[in-house]
């Protein structure tokens, strides 16, 4: 299986609007981050997408995806579901809804965000969506057993995914005792971490990374949902303990 970062960055992506700062005028392309989402992509060749923010029509294109077979929410900030509507190519081509998998609270937020895809008769040219509730336990789709991962985004439950020995988690400030359970030796785990210092009321940053690297013990910790706070991409993935990596916009992970 594969995964590829489509999006490495905060809700207001990098380069952020007016800001003047060595990152956001950088000229290396992983100093530039569309909102965080990744595309999964499974031993048969099917696409798992997780997240679909305001920047999704650019990673498809950008990344020459063409295809979405199912999604998967994490939770229901725009920066990770405002895009859905421009799944409309996708769903036109297939002739089928697009299936979307995400809790109950989330699905509720998609209806009221874009209710004429849910209506008796729609638009000719709205999107169709196929809503399936899933909770914190281990679902099959596709051929791929996902093992849902439920953490804490200051005051709200957010779901990451596991996939055979890879978990993807964003938007996450804790995580349980019995969650930590399901990340323990890991090939591969992709945590958020908006800056290096600074304490944040709803996400990670570095010392905390740092502490869950040692008691987790991955082979391999990528870092995502990064803000310009963090610095230079060149610079700072050196100064990382060995183990921990910045992920960029293109990365691909084999697993």
């Not at 697009?98 to 638009?123: H, Q, T, W």
């Not at 596709?142 to 991962?149: A, G, N, R, S, V």
């Not at 005051?155 to 349980?176: H, M, P, R, W």
């Amino acid at each position: 299986m594969k995964l590829k970062f489509l999006g490495t960055g905060t809700s207001q992506g990098v380069p952020v609007i007016g800001c003047t700062c060595e990152v956001c005028t950088s000229q290396n392309p992983k100093d530039s981050r569309f909102r965080a989402s990744a595309m999964v992509t499974t031993d048969e060749n099917r696409k798992i997408l997780i997240d679909c923010g305001p920047d999704f029509r650019q990673q498809m294109l950008l990344n020459k995806e063409s295809h979405v077979d199912i999604t998967l929410l994490t939770h229901e900030h725009n920066d990770h579901v405002i895009g859905l509507d421009d799944m409309r190519p996708l769903i036109f081509k297939s002739g089928e809804n697009m299936s979307i998998y995400c809790l109950s609270r989330v699905g509720n937020e998609v209806k009221n965000r874009f209710p004429y895809a849910f209506a008796d008769v729609r638009y000719p040219g709205a999107p169709a969506f196929d809503l399936h509730e899933i909770d914190n336990k281990i679902f099959t789709v596709l051929d791929t057993e996902i093992t849902p991962i439920e953490v804490i985004h200051y005051e709200i439950s957010v779901l990451g995914y596991k996939f055979k020995n890879l978990a993807y988690i964003t938007d996450a400030n804790f995580i349980s005792d019995s969650e930590k359970e399901k990340l323990h030796g890991l090939d591969v785990l992709i945590l958020n971490c908006i800056r290096k210092f600074d304490p944040h009321p709803s996400h990670f940053v570095l010392p905390d990374i740092i502490k869950l690297f040692e008691e987790l013990k991955p082979k391999k910790l990528f870092l995502t949902h990064i803000s310009h706070h963090f610095g230079l991409h060149d610079v700072e993935d050196k100064q990382l303990p060995l183990g921990i990596h910045l992920a960029y916009d293109g990365l691909e992970i084999n697993f």
